[in-house]
């Protein structure tokens, strides 16, 4: 199980599944989204991501 949460602690979510993709990427896309020279990333299946908002 796979843990992650905002810095403020407000958004928390938790995954169940292994990552169907690890990748980094420096296209142009994922510059503008992460503000860096390259983006990270992990994706995982919809259905395995549980979202907590603590308001
Ligand atoms: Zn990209």
């Not at 990748?23 to 503000?35: D, E």
């Not at 020279?37 to 907590?52: E, I, K, L, N």
């Amino acid at each position: 199980m796979r843990k992650a949460s905002s810095g403020c602690g407000q958004l928390s979510l938790t995954v169940t599944a292994k990552p169907l993709r690890v990748s980094a990427c420096y296209c142009c896309g994922c510059q503008k989204r992460t503000g860096s020279a390259f983006g990270a990333q992990a994706r995982f299946p919809s259905r395995s991501v549980t979202f907590s908002f603590a308001i």
